[in-house]
T-cell receptor, first 112, second 114 residues
């Protein structure tokens, strides 16, 4: 079974602060995705990273895929209350063909 | 709006009962995925279909079954329900074959077993 471990599980910060969420595994993934989920809704894709070492930026969000394609990070600069939500990493590949494996998620709360 | 429709949105039933959750994928999407989300387990992959055929199976209980019909909609059947089956059940769809692409999630069906 391929597992993705996210840390931290909970993050409570003030508006304007920076933060990083980590997603780690002992397995190699062909691609890794980050989703954001708000209460009462399903997860929504933020980004897909495919190449080891890849860095993608989406406004204040920076996503990095580890060189060995086993880990990823999400960095948010100058967090805003609108960033509040559940952030999930998910990996495709390896022995779990067809199965997108999700991490446990990080609940982010940004206080005004 | 992701384009994925799930019904019912909420369902309350008793232990031992059987329920059916329905999912209509986005127009043109051939793959349908079912996930269970609970507070302690997170998002758990149950099963995936591609163009009517089962393609991948996760930790789906024997009491649960699913299928994808020729019109590509899918149903998840949960039987002999237990208290621990209370959870949010999500359906997601994607355009292509497994292992690629973006999954579009529905708003989920919240099942409460009393």
């Amino acid at each position: 079974t391929q597992l993705l471990e996210q840390s931290p599980q909970f993050l409570s910060i003030q508006e304007g602060e920076n933060l990083t969420v980590y997603c780690n595994s002992s397995s190699v993934f062909s691609s890794l995705q980050w989703y954001r989920q708000e209460p009462g809704e399903g997860p929504v894709l933020l980004v897909t990273v495919v190449t080891g070492g890849e860095v993608k930026k989406l406004k204040r969000l920076t996503f990095q895929f580890g060189d060995a394609r086993k880990d990823s990070s999400l960095h948010i600069t100058a967090a805003q209350p609108g960033d509040t939500g559940l952030y999930l990493c998910a990996g495709f590949g390896g022995t779990s063909y067809g199965k997108l494996t999700f991490g446990q998620g990080t609940i982010l709360t940004v206080h005004p | 709006d992701s384009g994925v429709t799930q019904t019912p949105k909420h369902l309350i039933t008793a232990t031992g009962q059987r329920v059916t959750l329905r999912c209509s994928p986005r127009s043109g999407d051939l793959s349908v995925y079912w996930y269970q989300q609970s507070l302690d387990q997170g998002l758990q992959f149950l099963i995936q279909y591609y163009n009517g055929e089962e393609r991948a199976k996760g930790n789906i209980l024997e009491r649960f079954s699913a299928q994808q019909f020729p019109d590509l909609h899918s149903e998840l059947n949960l039987s002999s329900l237990e208290l621990g089956d209370s959870a949010l059940y999500f359906c997601a769809s994607s355009v292509g074959a497994p292992n690629t692409g973006e999954l579009f999630f529905g708003e989920g069906s919240r099942l409460t077993v009393l």
